[in-house]
């Protein structure tokens, strides 16, 4: 049968797909628009299948706190190209994903794989996506935060986001204080809250990288023990939230700038997600 223009145009209206490749799939499907519909996603399937080994190190982090501000969900998009990380229908494909998430109470980026979208899964829409753009796209990274007051911060390049999860906050500019340790996680990337956060393989391999560094410079074996763990304790200043120097008061802690704000304030949790 004749393929027309309207077809065509209705067909792209409805799967984004480009011009050529509606006819294609249209003259394919002896105009059954269902069957083309398959047809151009079995086509994204293949791209997908050919793009499994690429790296997708651009994208965007999207965030959404909830309207009592107690959960915030944070998730990055990624791509291969900063051409296509930057494409306006990229970033509202984003967020399209995160509300869902929101919305269906995903957990996971495998819960949220599975929802529902458009008569189809997410995983599958999303191989769809890739079949259109002729890129590797992933949800990537998938993180809650939840905690008595949750704060975002993304950064200016889109690439880098925080959720930071404040506790004892009664009084307290929640936002400012937030924004400015949400800064903070983004600029100094901390491994943990607290020494009591960090987990005991990174502990581990601290105390030994500490007795190498002594042994070469020729301390007494029954000394390293004590060393190690003394360079321990500045790898826990230097890299868990609150012994941090407050980049913005360098004369403070985290946790002495934020007990300034308000009494007791502290972090509960954070996530922080990079992209490339």
């Given at each position: 049968m004749a393929i027309t223009a309207q077809d065509v145009n209705k067909l792209r209206q409805m799967t984004g797909a480009g011009m050529m490749d509606c006819k294609k799939a249209l003259t394919e499907a002896e105009g059954d628009f269902d069957k083309a519909v398959d047809i151009l996603r079995k086509k994204g399937q293949k791209v997908s299948a050919s793009r499994a080994d690429r790296e997708t190190k651009e994208g965007q982090v999207v965030t959404h706190v909830s309207e009592d501000g107690k959960t915030g969900t944070i998730l990055s998009l990624t791509c291969e190209t900063d051409f296509v990380a930057k494409n306006e229908e990229f970033g509202a494909f984003a967020n399209t994903l995160l509300n869902l998430a929101v919305e269906k109470g995903a957990k996971s980026a495998e819960e949220l794989s599975a929802l529902p979208f458009e008569n189809i899964t997410v995983a599958e829409k999303i191989v769809e996506m890739t079949g259109k753009i002729g890129e590797k796209i992933e949800v990537s990274h998938f993180e809650i935060v939840s905690a008595e007051a949750v704060v975002p911060y993304i950064h200016s390049n889109g690439k880098l986001g925080v959720l930071v999860g404040l506790t004892n906050t009664s009084g307290?500019?929640?936002?400012?204080?937030?924004?400015?340790?949400?800064?903070?996680?983004?600029?100094?990337?901390?491994?943990?809250?607290?020494?009591?956060?960090?987990?005991?393989?990174?502990?581990?391999?601290e105390i030994e990288v500490g007795k190498d560094q002594a042994r070469a410079e020729g301390k007494p074996e029954e000394m390293l023990e004590k060393i190690a763990l003394g360079k321990l304790n500045k790898f826990y200043k230097e890299n868990t939230l609150l012994s941090q120097s407050f980049v913005k008061d360098n004369s403070k802690t985290i946790a002495q700038y934020l007990d300034g704000v308000s009494k007791g304030m502290t972090v509960a949790a954070f996530k922080r997600i990079s992209i490339g």
């Open positions: 307290a500019d929640v936002e400012e204080a937030g924004k400015d340790v949400a800064m903070q996680i983004a600029a100094m990337n901390p491994v943990a809250v607290d020494k009591d956060g960090v987990d005991a393989s990174t502990i581990e391999r």
